[in-house]
């Protein structure tokens, strides 16, 4: 399983209209993509304008190929991109140990 890291951060006031579009655009457009596997979404204390949204994948393609290179991406982004204060950071991540 393969963990996509998203450091977003959002202009300032947005919060509550991002909150919704985030939840909307993982419910319609990236549960429906290959290989998703779940979610989650935090939002900073110190930086309330700063969220971290965790997508579970199957395989590194599912996310980079499957979902990036179709048509969904641009629907994703077009949900939560006008909330963007500036392009999201993005790194994927192997799972290495894990607590029972």
């Known amino acids: 399983m393969i963990l996509e890291l998203a450091d977003i951060r959002i202009q300032p006031g947005q ?3 991002f909150e919704e579009a985030i939840q909307r655009g993982l419910a319609t457009v990236i549960s429906q993509a290959k290989g998703f596997n779940g979610f989650k979404v ?3 204390i110190e930086s309330p304008e700063r969220y971290i949204l965790q997508i579970f994948w199957s395989t590194l393609e599912d996310h980079n190929v499957g979902f990036r290179e179709s048509p969904a991406f641009a629907q994703w982004r ?3 991109g006008p909330f963007f204060a500036g392009p999201p950071t993005v790194e994927h991540f192997e799972l290495v140990a894990r607590s029972q």
Request: aromatic content about 0%.
């Open 78 to 80: 077009a949900i939560v």
């Open 42 to 44: 935090n939002r900073g």
């Open 15 to 17: 919060n509550a209209a």
